[in-house]
């Protein structure tokens, strides 16, 4: 386990700004050390205002977009098209405005898909797609996602593991069908943290004082089942990406000295 480096912005505008100008960076090193990257993209209202500042940024074009593979970690099962879908508000805040390959954009299945209302099939469908994607040198059943992104909850979950829940529990599929969810729409689809902790990167995103408990309980010493977003990190970095007042309840001791 890589331990927690944490950057603290003034608000949440900035730490926005800040994340897609640092997200181009990787994004851009990757290809150039290996031809293409991979992202795990995340929703909510800090993964779409990093995505619509990314959007914004003068250096987008710096990225081969054609040689981006996306993923996300988790999404709501619902129609096709929903704006309530992580997929289309991504659409909505980037995608559409970048020349991505169709074959790399790796939505996660609706529920009008081809799985039908199996949000169980649909995440085993999902799991075989990163299985099919990963190679000899991933060991594993996932690609190695330079960066995976993950928005945190006031109750300290992560993409779709809620505290206690069987989903945060699970140690051997990398996605599954979440019954039952804490917030709408209660059925959804997630990566698991297995297929979380394959990432290089894990950055973890927290703005608000509705996440300040949530950051300071996961920053302490929680445990992952209690508290999701404990669990999550990466291979080489685990970032957590906070706004002030997100920061607010941290301990002195984790503060970083010197943040933007």
Avoid: C
Wanted: aromatic share 4%.
């Amino acid at each position: 386990m890589t331990p927690p480096q944490l950057v603290v912005h003034r608000d949440k505008e900035l730490m926005a700004q800040a994340a897609a100008a640092r997200l181009i960076t990787r994004i851009v090193d990757a290809q150039a050390a290996r031809g293409h990257a991979s992202v795990v993209l995340t929703g909510g209202r800090n993964g779409n205002g990093l995505l619509a500042a990314l959007a914004a940024a003068p250096a987008r074009d710096a990225v081969d977009w054609a040689r981006l593979d996306l993923w996300w970690g988790d999404e709501r099962f619902l129609p096709e098209g929903d704006p309530e879908r992580n997929i289309t508000q991504a659409r909505e805040a980037l995608l559409d405005a970048v020349p991505l390959d169709p074959a790399r954009v790796h939505a996660m299945p609706a529920s009008d898909g081809p799985y039908g209302k199996d949000v169980d099939e649909a995440a085993a469908a999902y799991a075989a797609e990163l299985a099919a994607a990963a190679g000899p040198e991933d060991h594993g059943p996932v690609p190695t996602f330079d960066v995976l992104m993950l928005g945190v909850g006031p109750d300290t979950h992560v993409a779709s593991l809620f505290p206690e829940l069987p989903a945060v529990r699970e140690t051997e599929r990398t996605v599954v069908g979440v019954h039952g969810a804490p917030k709408p729409p209660p059925v959804r689809v997630s990566l698991t943290l297995p297929a979380i902790r394959a990432a290089r990167e894990v950055w973890l995103l927290a703005a608000g004082e509705d996440k300040a408990e949530a950051a300071a309980i996961a920053l302490s010493g929680a445990g992952e089942i209690q508290a999701p977003a404990a669990g999550a990190y990466g291979r080489s970095r685990t970032l957590w990406l906070l706004d002030a007042a997100a920061a607010s309840q941290l301990p002195r001791a984790l503060y970083p000295p010197a943040s933007a």
